[in-house]
């Protein structure tokens, strides 16, 4: 065992001394030992009940003949952490879950690991961190928060966003708007539609790195503690076994979740996440270009909120992840090994489609393109990303004169002022990687334009957008503004072009126009201090992931 390179020998009497500090006896030096990462927080939501989590998870290990430790790492709430400064941190953070759970697991010569995330950054952070580490690792996500109900219908977060812009518009009143913030989040869990967190949930069972039904097991269900425990046991079994990370973490795997992705239209920062996880395995190569392929093939099968109805709750009631997989069985690659030790077609052998209201059939999708759009020309040399599952029909071509902003504060200040016409391409750049630093979120400005009933304006950034976010949104417009991307080039007025079905992003400006206005660009000044001037520093592209380099 790994493990035994702190306790075996006479060398290591020390370290054996220090472990029995912490309780061990002799016989829990022949079993191995089992990290529990956990990012238990309680000022977020989706982290709440990490703890109960956990110790389900302890008795697991426990009962299977090993030894449990937990540690901790961080978690940032991206709904508290918008449209302030705080956003910066966000996908930073990413990297700093990913680094601590490697730090521990090697300082501590870990046998096996269980990853407790449940938000935004934190599931691709540990998920980056078990293919860096490539030891046994199993995930459970922390689950879906329950829907809230408001005036007879499902709500969730991103209602409540919505309703700011309802406000300004006139067509909400400020006591309907506070009565809705007051039932919109129930209780633990990650926000109850398909946004970063729930997508980046589905994502991990997809590759086979979580045991079937978590993804969309609630946070408060019983089933989600019965999963916990299981996965404490198999881990040991995993151990045992040597079913390492990159055993499961292949190229094919990684083709069956962006299948999944695409098949549920999920969050547009799946785009980063997923080529930043695979890019911990070296030679696999999954890019943009792998998302793009695929979306031409994928239909889009769940109509999941923001972009529909139902709600994750639905989508568990329909037979969840395993019933989405079983749909697509014909284009899956099937004999993939899973955390369970056996292949996804034996896995989902007895999974079955409840509701097919939810979950559609192929020959009936929601649309017959995968929910995401890569997107290229003058204006994304290296690429962009859409969410094309959450866009009206009537906007998947649209043309109109640009609007720029410097900021996404600046943008805000112009929506809510009344500044923004049917018509317009809003433009923030400078919120890239590098230029924000850290790429923040675009969910206040694109709540405002739902929620303020503006059906014909469009945006683009170089920033990246919730997974709540709905309508001709593009984000990651790589390269960005910071690093001489031709987002930099456009001014108010200049006519921008976006289409989705022929994958077009594109300025009316020549190549030479473009260079020359680069050249006489004046980047804004944005002092940072700590660790985002270190990010700034070492942050990648978008299109790559934006990961550290």
């Known amino acids: 065992m790994k493990s035994d390179t702190i306790k075996r020998g006479i060398q290591r009497a020390p370290h054996r001394s220090l472990l029995r500090a912490c309780g061990l006896t002799d016989q829990d030096f022949e079993k191995p030992f089992i990290g529990i990462a956990n990012s238990y927080t309680d000022i977020v939501p989706g982290h709440l009940h990490l703890r109960e989590l956990a110790d389900e998870v302890r008795a697991g290990i426990n009962a299977a003949g090993g030894v449990a430790f937990e540690f901790n790492t961080m978690a940032i709430c991206d709904g508290i952490a918008m449209n302030h400064e705080g956003m910066k941190y966000s996908l930073a953070s990413r990297e700093i879950v990913a680094d601590t759970v490697e730090s521990m697991a090697m300082a501590h010569a870990l046998d096996g690991l269980v990853l407790l995330p449940t938000c935004d950054k934190i599931v691709p952070g540990m998920l980056m961190a078990a293919a860096r580490l490539d030891i046994p690792s199993i995930v459970v996500t922390g689950g879906p928060m329950l829907p809230g109900e408001f005036q007879g219908r499902k709500v969730d977060l991103i209602n409540v966003y919505e309703g700011v812009g309802a406000v300004s518009a006139g067509e909400m009143s400020e006591d309907e708007l506070a009565e809705l913030e007051r039932c919109a989040c129930p209780g633990p869990g990650s926000c109850a539609g398909l946004f970063t967190a729930n997508t980046m949930a589905c994502l991990t069972e997809a590759l086979g790195m979580s045991l079937p039904g978590c993804a969309t097991a609630h946070a408060v269900s019983s089933k989600k503690r019965q999963i916990a425990r299981l996965s404490g046991q198999r881990i040991v079994e995993m151990v045992k076994e040597d079913l390492k990370s990159r055993k499961i973490m292949s190229r094919e795997a990684f083709e069956n979740a962006v299948m999944v992705d695409l098949a549920l239209g999920g969050s547009t920062n799946s785009a980063l996440h997923i080529p930043a996880i ?18 031409r093939r994928i239909p889009h099968i769940a109509s999941i909120s923001p972009a529909g109805e139902h709600m994750m709750i639905d989508l568990d009631r329909a037979g969840g992840i395993q019933a989405v997989m079983k749909t697509l069985r014909n284009h899956l690659n099937t004999s993939c090994i899973t955390c369970t030790g056996k292949t996804v077609a034996e896995n989902m052998k007895d999974a079955r489609v409840m509701d097919t209201t939810v979950i559609r059939p192929l020959d009936d999708p929601v649309h ?48 809510f002022g009344g500044e923004i016409a049917e018509g317009d391409v809003i433009v923030i750049r400078y919120e890239g990687p590098k230029g924000g630093p850290g790429m923040r979120e675009m969910l206040n400005p ?73 050249e006489s660009a004046e980047k804004p000044e944005r002092h940072v201090k700590g660790w985002l001037a270190r990010y700034r520093k070492l942050a990648g592209s978008a299109d790559t992931g934006a990961i550290l380099r």
């Open 446 to 518: 694109t709540s405002a334009i739902a929620g303020m009933g503006l059906e014909r304006v469009a945006l683009i950034t170089d920033g990246r957008f919730s997974g709540g976010t709905r309508g001709p949104c593009v984000g990651h417009v790589s390269p960005e503004a910071m690093e001489d991307g031709p987002i930099a080039a456009v001014r108010d007025g200049d006519t921008i072009r976006i289409d989705i079905p022929s994958r077009k992003l594109e300025v009316d400006l020549t190549e030479d126009e473009i260079r020359r206005r680069i």
């Open 278 to 295: 695979a890019a911990e395995i070296e030679g696999l190569g999954i890019n943009l270009d792998v998302f793009d392929e695929l979306s």
């Open 368 to 415: 017959h393109e995968g929910g995401l759009a890569i997107l290229r020309g003058n204006l994304a040399p290296r690429g962009s990303v859409v969410k094309q599952g959450a866009v009206a029909e009537d906007m998947m071509v649209h043309e109109g004169p640009a609007r720029v902003f410097e900021s996404e504060d600046e943008c805000v200040e112009a929506i």
